[in-house]
Each structure stands twice: as C-alpha cells, then as structure tokens.
C-alpha cells in the first residue's frame, strides 16, 4: 500500500512536459521505404540537447552510421556508412536514453522507428542473362568505372518508368528480348520519366552503363503501370 502510495506520489511529482505527452521519434518524410544507399532522417517530438548521444541499434544491424543533429535539436539526419540490405525492414532503437530539453525521457531499446529499403541489385547483374527482375523499384549503384547494371522487365502493363539518378553518372540503354538496342538519344540517364514504347514487348532489357569513366552514387528505377 505505502509502496502503491509512493509510484503515485512519483507520478505526480515527475516532470510531464508541455502537453504531458511522452515524446516520440518518427521517420521524415512522406514514405516509409527508402533506399539501401540514402541517409534517413528521423524527428524528435520534443527537442533534445545538442549535446545529447544518439546512440542508435540497428535491426539488421548496422554499425557504420553517423548521426547529425539539427541546430533545434528535433531532428536527425542518419547517414548510414554502408549500404544497407534491399528489401529488409529494418528498426532503430535508442542504446541510451535521451532527456528533453524538457526534462522527459526518450527511453532506451523502445521500438522508435521502422523503415524498410527498396529492394536494390543483384551483383553480378552485367549482362542480359544474369539482369535483375525489376518488380515495382529497385536501386543500384555503378561500384567501378566498367560497372554495368542489366534489368529486366517481364510485366506488360508497364507504361513508363522513373528513373532517379543521385551523384551517379550513367548512361541507359533499353533493349529489347531479341537483343537490338532502342535508339541511346532519348536516354540520357538523367532523372526523369521514360516512356516504354508500344512496340516494346516484355519482356525488354535495361542496361545503367558508367559514362565518362565515372563511378559512385546510386540511382533508382521505378515502374509506373497504367
Ligand atoms: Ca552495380
């Protein structure tokens, strides 16, 4: 009973915040599923100390991340150091608890964030008969400056594909099943919208080659259907 008294007494006298809400961490922007190569960036509900150690745990783990708070202290940019696994969910924790400028706690090995990666290439993928299968999005990188990265695509209700290009930078080629290149001129691997033409049956083949000898960053190839 004194005891019961006591956690109640605690209760009260523990300091609640503004809103008396528990503070929690979310993931920036509109999607939960980013790329294995981009930073994630996640928001503080209640500002931290620039101070503060964020000292995260990955699941898969992930041990080559660096954090960089913003001057308001309510947001984080994780750069992730490595490529992450394609299409692997992945969930962060805190190591340490965090204090708010506020006094409240952000508590350590609580769920805080879930993200999940595009699903991303398949070395060796150098030619036709080893392309990856492209499904919905897919990401790649050109690792050297001979990398040539080979999709395939099978589905006929392809319209057009997005591709996005980050600091990579490639040429495309589309070829079709029997092997002849469309012409290079309407792809000039910068990030856009490309149409699949008509004629165009699945499946058809598209190739992310180095230009100009370069090599890192990464790109991604997004389906649109009708
Ligand atoms: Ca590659």
Partial sequence: MVGTVF??????ILPQGPEGEDPVIELVGSSDTVSSFAPVAIVFSQPIKLSANVCLAFDPPNFSYSVVLSKTGDTARINMGVRLEGG???TLRLCESIKTDDGNLYRSGKDSVVFYTYPSEQEPND???TAD????NITGTLSTIDDTDWFIFVDSTVQSF?????DVNC??????GGGVAL????????SGLYGVPSELEPPFFLSVQSKARSSGG??????VRD
Wanted: net charge positive; hydrophobic share 35%.
């Fill in 88 to 90: 692997t969910r992945y």
């Fill in 127 to 129: 030619s036709p008969s």
């Fill in 218 to 223: 990464h790109y991604r190839i997004k389906l």
């Fill in 183 to 190: 012409p290079p001129s309407q792809l000039q691997g910068q």
């Fill in 133 to 136: 299968t492209v499904i919905d």
């Fill in 7 to 12: 956690v109640l007494l605690l209760c009260c």
């Fill in 162 to 166: 997005y591709f996005f290009q980050y």
């Fill in 171 to 176: 040429s495309l080629l589309v070829v079709d």
